[in-house]
């Protein structure tokens, strides 16, 4: 298969939606249809271009209960993308993760082998190409990082379901986990909740792990964590 058009995908506010929630879990069309502020044909042409680039994959399942056979849709591949846009450079590159975290550790990354001054053409040329084998350590570094974050956000969606098992809590918790805080108005819209109902979940989540709900903005409580687990 040809290497999807990651970016096209993702210049799609819809399509991230949809690719946000379905890192939490496994989602069915009807379940995904909720998630997100459009109708419900303007979900399936979504889900259908991003199955046509090979970012998800559908397939027939049934629930837990007794019913119909239900479609669902998963992200098939686990890869960093990374793009610099600039009046000078134009390049981007995809960096395929781990599945599991294999041995992590140093790395030699030193800029300041790199001079700001030059006296000629040679020395500029010279310097790009060792900036280059940075910029290669760094993505090494980098891949490894996500693998370890893919690997460990997998095993806290696991333990959390097991243990609470509370869609929208886990959600938020994903959420806060990748950027380190929220507005409630900001969650309000990914989740397609009200307000209220965003406050109220993250609330029953602040049970489980420590909150700070201040001022409309939510974000973890790291002193408290770090306390809890003493």
């Known amino acids: 298969m040809s290497e999807p058009d990651i970016f096209y995908i993702l210049g799609n506010k ?114 790009f190409i060792g900036s280059n084998e940075q910029l290669s350590r760094i993505l090494d570094a980098l891949k490894d990082i996500e693998s370890y974050r893919n690997w460990l956000i997998e095993e806290i969606k696991d333990i959390y379901l097991k243990e609470i098992g509370d869609m929208t809590q886990l959600a938020i918790l994903h959420h806060l986990l990748l950027y380190n805080e929220a507005t409630v108005d900001n969650l309000s819209d990914i989740l397609n909740l009200k307000e209220r109902e965003v406050l109220k979940k993250a609330e029953e989540l602040n049970k489980f792990v420590p909150l700070i709900i201040k001022d409309g903005v939510i974000k973890i409580d790291e002193e408290a964590l770090k306390k809890k687990s003493q």
Not at 44 to 53: A, Q
Not at 69 to 83: C, G, N, V
Request: with cysteine; net charge neutral.
């Open 14 to 127: 819809v399509r991230r939606d949809l690719l946000s929630h379905l890192t939490c879990t496994e989602c069915y069309f009807s379940l995904l249809s909720n998630k997100v502020n459009v109708s419900s044909t303007a979900v399936s042409k979504h889900l259908k271009i991003m199955e046509r680039e090979g970012i998800i994959k559908s397939y027939e399942k049934e629930g837990t209960f007794i019913g119909p056979t239900r479609k669902y849709y998963q992200i098939t591949f686990s890869r960093t993308y990374i793009a610099t846009v600039t009046p000078n450079l134009f390049w981007y590159k995809g960096l395929d993760l781990h599945e599991a975290p294999e041995k992590l550790g140093k790395y030699n990354i030193n800029l300041e082998e790199l001079k700001l001054s030059h006296d000629n053409l040679t020395d500029m040329i010279i310097d």
